[in-house]
């Protein structure tokens, strides 16, 4: 059973170029969610997806931030016009979604975006 | 505003003895707590949870500590091996209210275990 696959692994932008960050989740999970960590920091939460739908996008930023997960395909993180602020470790996890609460969270190894 | 707190940033331990890694919480209503572990460069993983209807939850060497009138919650591993040696990350989350689902996360503690 894969677990969550995430892609590139690593990316390097120029400021003012957009970056995507792809993420599909494990088998069976119907919910996606994307943490940012920047150095010597634990993970913030920014996005909470389902299919087709965003949960929560409260801990994105309101500009140049966007995400999806579609009815068919991964989820995709789109980050416009980067600047060197941007650069960190973006993960992606999925869970089942479970009602009462103790859903378990599974992460993907992370996409390593550098902004030059 | 750090709802989730581990105080030590690191912590070194000698194999085969006890490690204690600790994490204290401000948010009343966070009701499931999870402990990832992660090395550099990879995505954490999953180790042990705990509700907040118990107080101890155990699978293999982990141990996870519950004390919720304290908020506080901590992590045993026993007997502490070198492959432990990684950040451990305590989180928590609540089912209740327009934060549902989201995990929030301390800065993490550092193991190392030395032969």
């Known amino acids: 059973n894969a677990g969550v696959m995430q892609n590139p692994r690593h990316l390097v932008r120029r400021r003012g170029q957009e970056a995507r960050l792809r993420c599909s989740p494990m088998?069976?999970?119907?919910?996606v969610y994307w943490y940012r960590q920047l150095p010597e920091e634990g993970l913030k939460f920014m996005v909470y997806l389902q299919k087709e739908n965003i949960i929560d996008e409260s801990g994105m930023p309101k500009e140049r931030f966007s995400a999806e997960f579609p009815k068919e395909g991964p989820s995709i993180l789109r980050i416009q016009q980067v600047v060197r602020g941007d650069s960190a470790a973006y993960f992606c996890a999925s869970s089942r979604g479970l009602a009462e609460g103790t859903d378990t969270q599974y992460f993907g190894p992370g996409t390593r975006l550098t902004v030059l | 505003d750090q709802q989730v707190k581990q105080n030590s940033p690191s912590l070194s331990v000698q194999e085969g003895r006890i490690s204690i890694l600790n994490c204290d919480y401000t948010n009343s209503m966070f009701d499931y707590f999870l402990w990832y572990k992660k090395y550099p460069a990879e995505g954490p993983t999953f180790l042990i949870s705990?509700?907040?209807?118990?107080d101890k939850n155990e699978d293999g060497r982990f141990t996870v500590f519950l004390n919720k009138s304290a908020k506080h919650l901590s992590l045993h591993i026993v007997p502490s091996q070198p492959g432990d040696s990684a950040v451990y990350f305590c989180?928590?989350?609540?089912?209740?209210?327009?934060?549902?689902?989201?995990?929030?996360f301390g800065r993490g503690t550092q193991l190392t275990v030395w032969p």
């Open positions: 088998k069976g999970h119907s919910h």
């Open positions: 705990i509700s907040s209807i118990k």
């Open positions: 989180a928590a989350s609540s089912d209740r209210g327009s934060t549902l689902g989201r995990l929030y």
